[in-house]
C-alpha cells in the first residue's frame, strides 16, 4: 500500500485510535502461516484493538498458494478490518464478540497502489462482529456468512456477497455460480494492535449508514497531492508518520521500529 492509502486507513480509525501506533504482532511471513500459533501471538496484546491487513487473490483451478504464477494469476487485492478486540479463543469457540466501532474494508482499482478504500461501517442488522475458533476466523456474519473468512491454515478465504453485519459486498473476488461467496488464496496475513490514544486527533470522517467510498481522496494523493481536496488533511497525517512512524514491532528488549509507511 502507497502512504496515502494508509493515511485514509488512518481516516477510517475511530479517533480515540487514529494518533496511536500501530505495533505489528503478527506476520505470516515472519510467524508462519497458521492459525493457532497466531492466537498465542495476540494473546499477549489481549484487550487492545486490532488492524488486519489481508494480501489475497482470487482463487481459481490453477491458482495455488504456494506455487501460483503471479505473472498470470488473478490481480492481488488488499482487504482488512478494524475490530475493537484482538481475535483470541478466551470468549469461547464460536462466539461472537467486538463492538459497533467494527468495520472492514477494501482497495478497489485497476492499479493497486492507486485504488482507493472501499470502509463499511456496522450496518446494524446484527452484532456478529467477530467470531474465533480452533479453525477458522470470521469477521462479520449473517445468512450468508463472514465479509472476511480465513481457515485454519491462513491460506484459503471467503468473503460473503452479502454480510449482513457490514451490508458489504464481496470485499474481492467475484462468487461463483451457485455460491453466496467469493472464494481466495491469502498471501500474506498481517495484524496490528492499538492502544486508544490520550490524544484524540481531527483527522476523522463521518461514516454514512453504509458504505463510505473515499477513492477521490486516495487517488488524488497517488496522483498529485497538490490537487487533492484533502490535502491539508494528507499532509498533517504525513507528518504525524513521520514524526512517530506507526509501525512498530514486537521485540524482547522493547519496541523497535519496522519499515513501512
Not at 461472537?96 to 485497476?110: D, I, L, P
Not at 465479509?147 to 449482513?164: G, K, P
Amino acid at each position: 500500500l502507497s502512504s496515502c492509502q494508509l493515511h485514509e486507513v488512518v481516516n477510517a480509525l475511530p479517533p480515540k485510535y487514529q494518533n496511536s501506533p500501530w505495533h505489528l504482532v503478527f506476520s505470516s511471513d515472519a510467524d508462519g502461516y497458521s492459525l493457532s500459533h497466531m492466537y498465542r501471538e495476540l494473546e499477549a496484546y489481549e484487550g487492545q484493538a486490532g488492524l488486519a491487513f489481508f494480501v489475497v487473490q482470487e482463487k481459481t483451478p490453477s491458482t495455488d498458494r504456494f506455487s501460483g504464477d503471479l505473472k498470470t494469476s488473478p490481480a492481488l487485492g488488499v482487504i482488512g478490518a478494524f475490530v475493537s478486540e484482538l481475535p483470541t479463543l478466551r470468549h469461547g469457540q464460536h462466539n461472537f464478540f467486538g463492538s459497533k466501532e467494527s468495520f472492514v474494508f477494501a482497495f478497489r482499482g485497476e492499479k493497486q497502489h492507486q485504488s482507493g478504500i472501499e470502509v463499511y461501517p456496522w450496518s446494524g442488522d446484527n452484532e456478529d462482529f467477530i467470531a474465533c475458533s480452533s479453525k477458522f476466523i470470521g469477521i462479520g456474519g449473517g445468512e450468508h456468512g463472514a465479509a472476511i473468512f480465513i481457515d485454519s491454515d491462513l491460506q484459503y478465504a471467503s468473503s460473503s456477497d452479502l454480510c449482513q453485519t457490514f451490508a458489504s459486498p464481496p470485499l474481492h473476488g467475484t462468487p461463483y455460480k451457485g455460491l453466496h461467496h467469493s472464494e481466495l488464496v491469502v498471501r500474506q496475513t498481517l495484524w496490528f494492535a492499538i492502544k486508544e490514544s490520550e490524544f484524540v486527533a481531527s483527522l476523522s470522517r463521518p461514516l454514512s449508514e453504509n458504505t463510505v467510498e473515499s477513492a477521490s481522496l486516495a487517488q488524488g494523493c497517488a496522483f498529485d497531492c497538490k490537487d487533492c481536496p484533502d490535502h491539508h488533511r494528507c499532509s498533517y497525517i504525513n507528518e504525524y508518520l513521520s514524526n512517530r512512524h506507526p509501525f512498530r514491532r514486537k521485540s524482547q528488549g522493547g519496541e523497535s521500529q519496522i519499515a513501512g509507511g
